[in-house]
């Protein structure tokens, strides 16, 4: 049977949090087991330098990323789990995607408009064309499935595009990728729950899945709730969403009514989801401490998995020399 092709990436920029674990990592691990599929899953530090992290910080943070991946249940055995800069095909294939794909194309991208009004003084045109070094990334493998959070949908779009593009110009060959949302493809922030969930907004923001129990109570003692004007509160359904994911299903069923009656108390609910996710995580806790007592240890599981994908990589890039007339 012909497996059909997953490919996901992270950026190694910070520890993991709830929403990077509901929207994509969760569905990672679980089609991994499935066994139906090819998984190539990425730390993607060369798309981690459009952002400001310090040099300094890189390589360390690649070796957390890839330990926290590995506790979550990823497996090297099973998927291909590699960084992206050990294979160099990925920013090779995007450069030959850079000249098939419109400027306007990339000025649609709500992710642009986004990282650059938060990112002031960093407007890199690497932030502007890392839509393009994605699709190289996915397509590199022939992937036809790209599990991520909604807020990456719109550049698998642009990856199909892409792919139209270039088969268009240069002869059939790339495959349509499609992304695959979970049940909760967009978890949202903690203290300000209309926007997504995101490293980049603070610690206050995020639950992390390294977070002890008393940090998480901490972080959503602070989490707002209630919104002005009787609205249905976004932090409120948040909270229940995580408490849907993270507890028993009945308290999780006695707080939608509570909500619904207006008997809910706001104080017991974060109770519930402080406890439901500290537990949720303790076996991650201790995996992810283990994993990280030897970091030459991750270094072999990751130089493995680069080697298995560079296999793929050089057999596509061989072919795309030809199609576009190199070699
Ligand atoms: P971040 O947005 O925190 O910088 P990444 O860009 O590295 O994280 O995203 C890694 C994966 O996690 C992507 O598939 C992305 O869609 C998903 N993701 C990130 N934040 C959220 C969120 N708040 N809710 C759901 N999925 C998310």
Same mark, same amino acid.
């Given at each position: 049977? +012909?497996?059909?092709?997953?490919?996901?990436?992270?950026?190694?920029?910070?520890?993991?949090?709830?929403?990077?674990?509901?929207?994509?990592?969760?569905?990672?691990? !679980?089609?991994?087991?499935?066994?139906?599929?090819?998984?190539?899953?990425?730390? %993607?530090?060369?798309?981690?330098?459009?952002? *400001?992290?310090?040099?300094?910080?890189?390589?360390?943070?690649?070796?957390? @990323?890839?330990?926290?991946?590995?506790?979550?249940? %990823?497996?090297?055995?099973?998927?291909?789990?590699?960084?992206?800069?050990?294979?160099?095909?990925?920013? !090779?294939?995007?450069?030959?995607? /850079? =000249? $098939? =794909?419109?400027?306007?194309?990339?000025?649609?991208? @709500?992710?642009?408009?986004?990282?650059?009004?938060?990112? @002031?003084?960093?407007?890199?045109? #690497?932030?502007?064309?890392?839509?393009?070094?994605?699709?190289?990334?996915?397509?590199?493998?022939?992937? /036809?499935?790209?599990? %991520? #959070?909604? *807020?990456? &949908?719109?550049?698998? !779009?642009? =990856?199909?595009?892409?792919?139209?593009?270039? /088969?268009?110009?240069?002869?059939?060959?790339?495959?349509?990728?499609?992304?695959?949302?979970? !049940?909760?493809?967009?978890?949202?922030?903690?203290?300000?729950?209309?926007?997504?969930?995101?490293?980049?907004?603070?610690?206050?923001?995020?639950?992390?899945?390294? *977070?002890?129990? @008393? $940090?998480?109570?901490?972080?959503?003692?602070?989490?707002?709730?209630?919104?002005?004007?009787?609205?249905?509160?976004?932090?409120?359904? /948040?909270?229940?969403?995580?408490?849907?994911? &993270?507890?028993?299903?009945?308290?999780?069923?006695?707080?939608?009514?509570?909500?619904?009656?207006?008997?809910?108390?706001?104080?017991?609910?974060?109770?519930?989801?402080?406890?439901? +996710?500290?537990?949720?995580?303790?076996? &991650?806790?201790?995996?992810?401490?283990?994993?990280?007592?030897?970091?030459?240890?991750?270094?072999?599981?990751?130089?493995?998995?680069?080697?298995?994908?560079?296999?793929?990589?050089?057999?596509?890039?061989?072919?795309?020399?030809?199609?576009?007339?190199?070699?």
């Amino acid at each position: 049977m +012909v497996k059909k092709i997953i490919f996901s990436g992270i950026q190694p920029t910070g520890n993991l949090h709830i929403g990077n674990y509901l929207g994509a990592v969760k569905n990672w691990v !679980e089609l991994q087991n499935n066994g139906e599929y090819q998984c190539y899953f990425c730390i %993607v530090d060369y798309h981690s330098l459009t952002g *400001d992290m310090k040099a300094g910080e890189r390589h360390d943070q690649i070796i957390r @990323t890839a330990a926290e991946l590995l506790a979550a249940g %990823v497996d090297p055995e099973k998927s291909v789990f590699y960084v992206q800069s050990h294979v160099p095909e990925h920013t !090779e294939l995007a450069w030959v995607f /850079n =000249t $098939v =794909t419109p400027i306007s194309e990339l000025e649609r991208m @709500t992710q642009f408009k986004d990282k650059s009004e938060r990112q @002031t003084k960093n407007i890199n045109a #690497g932030l502007f064309t890392y839509p393009v070094l994605q699709a190289a990334d996915i397509l590199l493998y022939h992937a /036809n499935i790209v599990p %991520v #959070g909604v *807020d990456q &949908f719109q550049h698998v !779009e642009l =990856t199909r595009d892409i792919a139209r593009w270039f /088969n268009k110009r240069y002869g059939d060959y790339f495959p349509e990728a499609k992304a695959l949302l979970t !049940e909760i493809p967009k978890v949202m922030s903690l203290l300000e729950p209309t926007k997504k969930m995101s490293k980049s907004l603070g610690a206050g923001h995020v639950i992390e899945l390294a *977070d002890e129990l @008393t $940090v998480i109570e901490k972080k959503l003692k602070k989490a707002v709730t209630a919104s002005e004007g009787g609205a249905k509160a976004p932090g409120v359904e /948040n909270l229940l969403l995580l408490l849907k994911q &993270f507890g028993e299903e009945k308290v999780y069923k006695q707080f939608v009514q509570a909500e619904k009656d207006c008997s809910i108390r706001y104080g017991d609910l974060k109770n519930e989801v402080s406890n439901a +996710v500290g537990n949720y995580f303790v076996g &991650f806790r201790t995996r992810r401490a283990e994993l990280l007592i030897d970091h030459n240890q991750i270094a072999d599981i990751l130089a493995r998995g680069a080697k298995r994908a560079c296999e793929v990589a050089r057999s596509t890039m061989e072919d795309v020399r030809r199609l576009v007339g190199i070699r």
